[in-house]
């Protein structure tokens, strides 16, 4: 069949799929075979992936018209992947990838080695589980086989056939027991092995070195329950360039010459391991090493190792116990480029504050230290900066502001006074949250601003709100809180696009907080607004909410939004609030803005509650305390169905509280304690599990959990101490079975219990009494550079 009668029959069948792609008219694809791509396609929920973009990952053999290459785009496919798919019918496959996708607890079909002319498999980012099939031991002429970021488990897979495979990752998953002792022996070309976070045991066999050595480059152990026996064999691994066997369960300290005949070794990875301390201070380390990750391996002095590495670009001593200064040596290293110290005890730079004026380094990270004195002169180059909970006095450098190439600067929780520096917009984020800092915020943002994060929060800031923040267009997060800025509300913010966080807590901000216009309040995408004690006055129309972005209720991938998105090979920075609503953990160290908060306590605002409030599908703490609200308690309270912390007390509402409330499920939270209501408190689990606390100071309120029974009779007495009974047992039932913002409220809340005793003693220590935020999260690494995946909060462990 020619090439353009192919085409035509390969249309018609198109429009028999009716449909807009006819970009495939280019593929040489059988009308069969699209039949079954489609069949394949409608397998599963397919929403967002259209045809055409799913068709682009396709690719057919120009002679035979078989499908040979099948690339799903990521996230095309949710369903279960079923034995009798018609995927397993393309014989000719040759390349598969269907990798982030979410074959939701699908198991690996056996049916995989019907395809048996693959050469790429991928699988990985699925939601798989259950054993890999024998079967797959027929695909005997894959190189390429990719099954990590699964929940796959059973022993190691049976691959002993594929002899051809030169890339194997199985990282993230729970396989256990032993690795085939010989595996590297069957797989002569074998050059990519990834194993990293398994439960994987024992040793391999590595032959002896000579001219038919492994070809492995790659290896990837760590986070695995191997033992210390398992680095004789990897030290004959002389072609090596990565190797991470961090987590090893070692009976004695790991003497570092045990890596010395691997010359090639670029990258190694040791976090969570007992080092020798002597080899830490000379040893035989090879000396090609760019990177090198120590974190959390009880270090106590500064490694004089380094010194002998001059093609060291990374280092991360994170989360070990080194005291002192750190050595002047360090930065004279050529080629040195991000510095991880966060989390020690150093208290301050070895040399004159010019000492960092000649060094490679662009980022920077220091945080969790004892410094002390003035800041150094921060590097030419730096890109990231961040020095946060240290005891730095003195003014911020204004140097930093001639760092042309700087993006992050985090000086928080310090003790800086001084002004701040007069060229913030050049910067994507700033925080100079707890300092000392006085005058005002810099009228200094010129137009095309960069700026996305700014928190000066917790100073001793003055003056008014810079009108010049209209330039910074690209602004996510602001917070003030805490200063004594003296300025009316500023309605004119409204003109940026992306605000989603508005912290003016505690200042003097004063007048009204509708617009001028008594219409709503228009901000288009602020999700956090927290306007608390301040001297606001006036009421609020009913409409004012009708325009909030956060009334329709959007979920990010994981729930929340990172909004200081500042990425970089290494480092993500994410912003913190402090949010203070009773009931309602919130992990702190990232703001959750899918889910919207609203504190307009402690102000004097008049005036009823806006009805509109019933609009806001998405907010999940409501505090409006402490102000002089009048009238009832709106009904439409009762639409907020995500509402866990709900807090009006100290106003002088009046009547009854809406009955609807009481179908709140995730309420954990209530007051309206201080007002002039009455009647019976709705009776539902959610109300009579509060504290009756959350009831006094209204005269005419009666029903649980308060003692004034809304019905007189004795008798009755012993059926409502059933009822009471009943009624905390289903609180607990809602709390266990159907309350998911509960739950995470439980987790967090149980992370902060978990961490924060420790915390306290192991790191902020008797001599830093400041207060810190115990899950704040300042930075995280990404997988490829592991030192602190599943460690973000500088979770104290017992080797600290
Ligand atoms: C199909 O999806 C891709 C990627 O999302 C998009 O670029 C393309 O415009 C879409 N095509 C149609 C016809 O919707
Ligand atoms: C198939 O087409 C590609 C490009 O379209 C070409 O490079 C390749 O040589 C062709 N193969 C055969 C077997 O014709
Ligand atoms: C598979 O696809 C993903 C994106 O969905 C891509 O990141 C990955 O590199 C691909 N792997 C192979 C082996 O093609
Ligand atoms: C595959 O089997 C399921 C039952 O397990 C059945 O519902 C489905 O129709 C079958 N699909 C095909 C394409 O045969
Ligand atoms: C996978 O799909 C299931 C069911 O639709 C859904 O609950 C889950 O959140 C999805 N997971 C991811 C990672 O998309
Ligand atoms: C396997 O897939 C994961 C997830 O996409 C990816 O991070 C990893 O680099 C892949 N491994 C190889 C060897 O390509
Ligand atoms: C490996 O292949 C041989 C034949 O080539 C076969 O006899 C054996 O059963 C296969 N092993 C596995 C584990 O499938
Ligand atoms: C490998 O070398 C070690 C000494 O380095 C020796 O004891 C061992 O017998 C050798 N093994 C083989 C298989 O040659
Ligand atoms: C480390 O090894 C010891 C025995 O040597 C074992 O009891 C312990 O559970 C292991 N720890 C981990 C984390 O695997
Ligand atoms: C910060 O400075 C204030 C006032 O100068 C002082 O009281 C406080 O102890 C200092 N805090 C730290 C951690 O140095
Ligand atoms: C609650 O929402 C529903 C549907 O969105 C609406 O019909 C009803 O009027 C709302 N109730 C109140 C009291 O606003
Ligand atoms: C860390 O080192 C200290 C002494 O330097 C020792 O007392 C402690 O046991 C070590 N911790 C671990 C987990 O090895």
């Not at 919130?586 to 402690?602: A, C, N, P, R």
Request: charged share 15%; proline share 6%; glycine share 6%.
């Amino acid at each position: 069949m020619s090439l353009s009668r192919l085409r035509l029959r390969f249309l018609s069948i198109l429009l028999l799929f009716a449909s807009s792609f006819l970009m495939i008219n280019a593929l040489p694809c059988r009308p069969d075979q699209i039949q079954a791509l489609m069949q394949f396609k409608n397998e599963f929920e397919s929403n967002g992936c259209n045809r055409s973009y799913y068709l682009e990952g396709v690719r057919c053999d120009n002679k035979t018209g078989a499908v040979t290459k099948l690339q799903l785009p990521s996230g095309c496919f949710t369903g279960t992947l079923k034995p009798n798919s018609s995927l397993f019918g393309f014989h000719h496959l040759r390349y598969l990838n269907l990798s982030h996708n979410n074959f939701t607890s699908s198991s690996l079909p056996s049916e995989f080695s019907n395809l048996n002319r693959l050469e790429v498999l991928s699988l990985a980012s699925n939601s798989f589980v259950g054993q890999v099939p024998s079967s797959f031991s027929n695909l005997i002429l894959l190189t390429h086989l990719n099954l990590s970021h699964n929940e796959l488990i059973g022993s190691f897979p049976p691959l002993r056939n594929l002899t051809k495979l030169s890339f194997l990752d199985l990282s993230y998953n729970q396989f256990s027991g032993t690795i085939p002792s010989d595996l590297l022996l069957t797989m002569p070309f074998l050059s990519f092995l990834d194993l990293k976070k398994n439960i994987l045991t024992g040793t391999i066999q590595v032959r002896n070195s000579s001219s038919s050595s492994s070809r492995l480059v790659y290896l990837s152990l760590g986070q695995n329950q191997f033992e210390g026996q398992i680095l004789k064999p990897i030290s004959k691994l002389i072609n090596l360039n990565h190797l991470d066997v961090s987590s090893l369960n070692t009976s004695y300290p790991i003497d570092l010459n045990i890596f010395s005949p691997l010359k090639s070794l670029l990258v190694l990875y040791l976090s969570k391991n007992r080092l020798l301390p002597a080899s830490l201070n000379s040893s035989d380390i090879p000396l090609s090493l760019e990177s090198l990750v120590m974190a959390r391996c009880n270090i106590t002095e500064f490694p004089n190792i380094l010194k002998t590495l001059q093609n060291l670009q990374h280092i991360d001593i994170s989360s070990n116990r080194i005291k002192g200064k750190i050595p002047e040596w360090l930065w004279k290293l050529p080629r040195l480029y991000l510095v991880n110290l966060v989390n020690n005890f150093f208290t301050g730079f070895e040399g004159s504050s010019e000492v960092l004026l000649n060094s490679s380094v662009q980022l920077l990270d220091f945080a969790y230290n004892s410094m002390t004195g003035a800041f150094p002169l921060p590097p030419p180059n730096i890109i990231y900066l961040s020095a946060w909970n240290n005891s730095f006095t003195g003014n911020i450098p204004p140097s930093v502001c001639n760092r042309s190439s700087l993006i992050v600067l985090d000086l928080s929780y310090n003790n800086f006074t001084g002004p701040i520096p007069k060229c913030l917009s050049n910067l994507k984020i700033v925080n100079l949250r707890k300092n000392s800092l006085e005058g005002s915020i810099p009228d200094e943002f010129y137009s095309g601003a960069l700026t996305q994060t700014l928190d000066v929060g917790y100073n001793q800031l003055t003056g008014k709100l810079p009108r010049s923040l209209l330039n910074c267009s690209f602004l996510k997060f602001l917070s003030v809180d805490h200063n004594r800025i003296d300025d009316t509300f500023p309605f004119w913010l409204k003109a940026l696009p992306n605000l989603q966080v508005f912290t003016l807590r505690s200042n003097r901000f004063f007048g009204h907080l509708s617009p001028p216009d008594q219409g709503p309040l228009a901000f288009p995408e602020l999700r956090i607004l927290e306007l608390s004690n301040n001297s606001f006055t006036g009421s609020l129309p009913p409409s004012y909410f009708v325009n909030w972005q956060a009334s329709s209720f959007k979920i990010d991938e994981d729930g929340r939004i990172y909004m200081g998105d500042y990425k970089h090979a290494y480092y993500v920075y994410e912003d913190t609030i402090d949010l203070q609503y009773k009931g309602l953990f919130m992990e702190q160290g990232k703001v959750l803005t899918s889910y919207s908060t609203i504190d307009f306590s402690g102000n004097k605002l008049q005036g009823q509650i806006p009805e509109s409030i019933g609009l806001l599908k998405a907010l999940i703490a409501l505090n409006l305390s402490n102000n002089a609200f009048t009238g009832q308690i709106p009904l439409s309270l009762a639409n907020v169905t995500e509402l866990e912390s709900l807090d009006l007390s100290r106003n002088q509402l009046s009547g009854n509280i809406p009955r609807e409330l009481g179908s709140l499920s995730f309420l954990a939270y209530i007051s309206v304690a201080h007002n002039q209501l009455k009647g019976e408190i709705p009776q539902g689990p959610q109300f009579s599990g509060q504290a009756e606390s959350s009831f006094e100071g209204n005269a005419g309120l009666c029903g649980l959990p308060l003692q004034e029974s809304c019905f007189a009779p004795p008798t009755q007495q012993l059926k409502e101490e059933d009822e009471e009974e009943e009624g905390v047992l289903n609180w607990k039932a809602v709390v266990i079975g159907y309350g998911p913002g509960l739950l995470f409220g439980l987790v967090i809340a149980h992370v902060i219990a978990a961490y924060k005793p420790k915390w306290f003693v192991k790191i902020v220590g008797p001599d830093k009494s400041k207060e810190v935020n115990p899950v704040r999260l300042f930075l995280s690494m990404d997988s490829r550079c592991d030192s602190f995946n599943n460690t973000n909060n500088v979770e104290p462990e017992s080797d600290m």
